[in-house]
């Protein structure tokens, strides 16, 4: 019988997203709801899009959340800036990388994939080569933060080779925006998506996009309309633009909005360089904390993200053991692998709130812990004494 309340007992989550979502976010969801064409909610939506452009670093006018996970985030940039018959870069080094190639081509769209090995980097010179071989291509897209991998590639030299060759850039920031370093103006990204349940603490379900001039300009110039009405930023636009009278698209989800203006409210009290300074800092104290147990990230140094931390599973250890351990003694999720590393790795994701020294002992400890009970020794107490001495030194 299930004709009982949902409670969900509290977890501490370290995966690859959602992170641990702030209380203060929740009691924000917890709000009045009110009408979406509201003044009051109309005064909101302008504050929200003001705090995206300072979470992004951009002054992009279209800059504003939509309504769905990060995924309608990706198709809402895929399905405005890529026509039928369109060439593009696609640059593979995960899951999220394959994402976007098959968006490319469901619309009809010509994917020309620069592949690199999961857990690396995308490497700049590929991409100039597959540039050089397809001159006619208009757009590059490419991952930020590749949260299957843990790998974070260099956005402002990737964009840099692909204005060269005349391409618009599409980037995912998913995990990246509020967790590392992204400057969306100086850096020229062209169209950016993002998501609310990663590195910005909220709830899962809104993706802030941003579009600058050109990327508004190839829109209005197309030549077919966007084939998906709910998408199509020529409407939505209407509906969130604050210079024009308001007109009804669709209903926003007036509450998780009032979770994301709050979440983005409380990086700004933080200060958007402080949160990259302690993504930074808590990924040296797990790191630290990891080697003493003997295990180690795959991504070569210079090129890991902080915000996520992909870890080799030691030799003769199950993955889903150690997991489901994880979940039931410590009420702590930390995440499996994806597609070519599953079963091979485990994620920890230190994200937004998540991202918190009481949250590196756990995992830590806990980790060790079970680790040892089927036999992998490593010094958990050197392991715990690091950690601490990076946070605290
Ligand atoms: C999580 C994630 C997505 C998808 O976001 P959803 O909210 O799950 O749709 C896309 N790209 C990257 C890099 C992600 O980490």
Same mark, same amino acid.
């Given at each position: ?18 992170? %641990? ?127 299957? !991998? ?34 969306? %103006?100086?850096?020229?990204? %062209? ?59 669709? !209903? ?142």
């Amino acid at each position: 019988m299930s004709n009982t309340r949902f409670e969900p007992r509290v977890r501490t989550l370290l995966g690859p997203g959602p992170a %641990d979502v702030h209380p203060r976010v929740l009691a924000a969801m917890a709000r009045p709801t009110i009408g979406h064409l509201d003044p009051q909610f109309i005064a909101l939506m302008d504050e929200i899009k003001d705090l995206l452009r300072s979470a992004f670093c951009t002054e992009n006018r279209l800059t504003m959340p939509i309504s769905g996970p990060g995924s309608v985030g990706m198709e809402t940039c895929f399905v405005n800036l890529v026509e039928p018959g369109d060439k593009v870069v696609v640059c593979i080094n995960g899951v999220f990388g394959m994402r976007m190639k098959e968006n490319v081509e469901r619309i009809g769209g010509t994917a020309v994939v620069v592949a690199d090995p999961w857990g690396r980097a995308i490497d700049p010179n590929k991409l100039e080569d597959a540039l050089r071989a397809h001159p006619d291509a208009k757009v590059v897209a490419f991952v930020h933060a590749e949260t299957s !991998t843990g790998a974070r590639s260099d956005v402002e030299t990737l964009v840099e080779i692909a204005h060269r060759h005349n391409c618009l850039t599409i980037v995912d920031a998913v995990t990246a925006l509020g967790g590392c370093e992204l400057q969306v %103006d100086d850096w020229g990204v %062209d169209a950016v998506y993002a998501g609310s349940q990663k590195c910005l603490s909220c709830t899962p379900g809104l993706a802030p996009i941003s579009f600058n001039e050109r990327a508004i300009e190839r829109l209005r110039a197309r030549r077919t309309p966007v084939q998906s009405w709910f998408m199509d930023l020529n409407l939505v636009m209407g509906y969130w633009d604050g210079s024009q009278r308001r007109s009804y698209h669709h !209903t926003a989800p007036v509450n998780a909005l009032y979770g994301l203006h709050e979440a983005l409210l409380m990086l700004r009290e933080e200060g958007l360089e402080q949160a990259w300074t302690r993504h930074a800092r808590h990924h040296r104290a797990l790191r630290a904390g990891l080697e003493a147990l003997g295990l180690e990230l795959i991504v070569p140094e210079g090129e890991r993200l902080p915000q996520l931390n992909v870890v080799a599973i030691p030799e003769g250890i199950e993955d889903a053991t150690v997991r489901a351990r994880l979940l039931a003694e410590y009420d702590l999720e930390i995440g499996a692998g994806l597609g070519d590393l599953a079963g091979k790795v485990w994620r920890i994701g230190l994200m937004g709130h998540s991202s918190r020294p009481e949250n590196l002992m756990l995992c830590l400890a806990g980790l060790g812990a079970v680790l040892r009970d089927l036999g992998h020794i490593g010094d958990l107490d050197r392991a715990l004494v690091a950690v601490h001495r990076q946070l605290f030194g």
